[in-house]
């Protein structure tokens, strides 16, 4: 009964800032700036053809024929950058921002409770990159019908699913895409708790994603690529085949949920164990 | 160093005991409570505070003495490293979440969100409060501007407000429900004087409605005049814990006289065997400095040589001594018996200050 009331309090907080308005904004601009620039590049449209090719760059060859598909080029363009930022500010704010005003021990004095404290700044952060990330795909789904035909849809092997069906199955993207920046979320909030400056936390989880991307593009370190944390977060392209690739999926929400795990745990350690001292 | 300390102590009913009178706990007890930082350095070593329910407890002591890393935790902010403390009869830092809603804090200054405005801060701080009603927030939060006077501020943004403002804005959110023991730690820093009377009254106010006060200050000043009790800090030791009249009797009265041959004088104290004899001008600031260094070069200046002698009174009786000195022959401009002022006894017991950490 009192989680509600503070889950509720810390959203409007979070929700009311206008950094992370602006944010969500900008995250809002690029699909209708992607789906314009696609638009004019390819001034006719025609049928595609079903790549079946691993990458998100197949999504291009979608996106003539179906203006769904800019929702998956979209989502796959922002997962590289926006969105961990997005994510990344919230997360590496929430302690750490707490610490910085000095309003953590007040709430610690109230009292919050460490423990419950960060299972509401958690649940914070995922209900944003949620936010986030169901933007990109609404944002896309309207500028694509806008902009392009839409209809049946085809996939990625080839084969044509109806409108519904495609819809859904990009409700089942977008929320893969939401899972993967909790896990990222978690990472967030486990830096946070480390330091009392909010920019530090938000570049050094920055850092970590990018130095993952980067890893996981240099084929000699290949055997470490299932383990890296951004290593899953474009395998959502597995949903657009028949059948669906459901052990490639699973996998990816496996690391999700080990990493979520694995910084969470961190992340109560390091909270419940530490003085406050700012 | 880090004994496990026995938390939880006796446990009371959670809310306001009715009678309180006959409810004699102590309000905040602590037991060889120490915190050492990881540098090495002893910041709170082996304090025992007892301070009893209902009581008006002034924890004095220079800035850095270990006074705010004391409330700290006691407040389950900061993990002592050895030792235990309790609040309200429950064992801190484990019994945070039970028995600090009934704890009001004011620590290291205020802290806010500095883009929210006073009103929607204090509604934060509230909802966090898994305890706290949320029906009758709204007029809890106006009870507690309203306490402090800033009801007519309370739409503004806390960036805006002044120095005085934050500070009375963190009273209030001690105050946004009825508190068994309000912690404040230097409640007054950062205030003008208009201010800081405005912040005793407010104490004073909240003492009389039953609440334990336990506040900070480096300057006594500040609280002699609302204290019932005192506990005094140096170097992370309690040197003294009390009533404020325990804490007079510890000073000891001195004899004072004012003559142009304090040579003289002092032979004569000591020769009644009277201890720790100084010798200062008599404009000069106490405490005086030991008496071989400002004793005049003799014969120098005997026109308006007028000094003050002074000596620990003791038991010897003061009629006996003024007529020992003018048995003696000595020109006695003034004599006085004075006791020191508790200002004196908290210098003395804190040492001059400026040793901050040593």
Redesign the interface.
């Known amino acids: 009964m009192s989680v509600p009331r503070f889950f509720a309090s810390e959203l409007r907080l979070v929700f009311g800032r206008r950094r992370n308005l602006l944010l969500l904004a900008v995250t809002a601009v690029f699909p209708l700036v992607i789906g314009i620039a696609l638009r004019l590049a390819a001034p006719h449209p025609q049928g595609g053809q079903g790549g079946g090719s691993e990458s998100g760059a197949a999504f291009f060859n979608q996106l003539a024929g179906n203006g769904v598909f800019l929702t998956f080029i979209a989502l796959s363009s922002l997962l590289i950058l926006v969105l961990p930022v997005v994510v990344a500010v919230v997360a590496g704010d929430s302690v750490a921002g707490e610490a910085g005003y000095g309003t953590l021990r007040y709430l610690l004095a109230v009292p919050a409770g460490r423990t419950r404290l960060l299972v509401v700044k958690f649940a914070v952060i995922v209900t944003f990159g949620l936010s986030a990330t169901f933007i990109v795909s609404a944002v896309a789904l309207v500028a694509g019908a806008a902009l392009f035909p839409v209809g049946p849809v085809t996939l990625l092997s080839g084969t044509t699913v109806s409108l519904p069906d495609g819809l859904l199955r990009l409700l089942f993207v977008t929320l893969y895409v939401a899972a993967a920046m909790g896990a990222l979320g978690a990472i967030g909030l486990a830096v946070s708790t480390l330091t009392e400056h909010a920019i530090g936390a938000i570049a050094t989880v920055m850092i970590l994603v990018v130095a993952s991307e980067v890893i996981d593009n240099v084929p000699q370190l290949a055997a470490a690529g299932p383990y890296l944390p951004t290593h899953w977060w474009l395998s959502f392209d597995s949903l657009l085949r028949v059948p669906v690739d459901t052990s490639t999926l699973l996998r990816g929400l496996l690391s999700f949920a080990v990493y979520t795990l694995i910084f969470g745990s961190f992340a109560w350690a390091r909270f419940t164990s530490a003085d406050v001292t700012s | 160093m880090t004994a496990a300390p026995p938390r939880h102590g006796p446990q009371r009913p959670v809310g306001r005991d009715p009678d309180r009178q006959a409810d004699r706990l102590t309000a905040i007890s602590t037991s060889g409570l120490t915190k050492r930082f990881r540098g090495g350095q002893l910041a709170v070593d082996h304090i025992d505070l007892a301070v009893p329910d209902g009581s008006v407890y002034g924890f004095l002591g220079p800035n850095g003495s270990g006074k705010t890393t004391t409330i700290?935790m006691l407040?389950?902010?900061?993990?002592p490293t050895g030792g235990s403390a309790a609040l309200l009869g429950v064992g801190m830092p484990d019994g945070?979440?039970q028995v600090?809603?009934r704890?009001g804090?004011l620590?290291?200054?205020p802290?806010?969100?500095?883009?929210?405005t006073g009103l929607d801060n204090l509604?934060?701080?509230d909802?966090?409060?898994?305890?706290a009603d949320?029906k009758t927030a709204r007029t809890r939060i106006d009870t507690a501007l309203d306490r402090v006077g800033l009801l007519s501020a309370a739409k503004k943004r806390y960036r805006h407000y002044s120095l005085g403002m934050k500070q009375r804005l963190a009273i209030a959110?001690g105050l946004l429900r009825p508190r068994d023991l309000i912690i404040l730690d230097e409640p007054t820093n950062g205030l003008d004087p208009q201010g800081t009377r405005e912040v005793r009254a407010l104490i004073r106010q909240i003492a009389a409605d039953g609440t334990t006060v336990f506040v900070s200050s480096h300057l006594l000043a500040e609280v002699e005049q609302i204290c019932t009790h005192v506990g005094v800090m140096r170097s992370g030791r309690l040197v003294f814990q009390g009533s404020l009249p325990e804490l007079r009797r510890t000073g000891a009265a001195r004899v004072t006289v004012q003559t142009a041959d304090p040579e003289a004088a002092i032979k004569v104290l000591t020769a009644l065997g009277l201890p720790d004899t100084r010798v200062s001008a008599p404009a000069d600031l106490p405490p005086a400095p030991a008496a071989a260094d400002l004793l005049p070069a003799p014969g120098s200046g005997s026109g308006q040589g007028i000094a003050e002698v002074s000596a620990v009174l003791g038991d010897a009786a003061p009629e006996r001594i003024c007529a020992e000195l003018v048995q003696a022959g000595i020109g006695v401009r003034g004599f006085a018996v004075t006791s020191p002022s508790l200002e004196d006894l908290f210098v003395g017991l804190t040492g001059e200050g400026f040793d901050v950490g040593a």
């Open positions: 700290r407040l389950g902010l900061a993990f945070a979440t600090l809603h704890v804090s620590v290291e200054g802290a806010f969100y500095p883009f929210l509604a934060r701080y909802a966090v409060d898994r305890t949320p959110s």
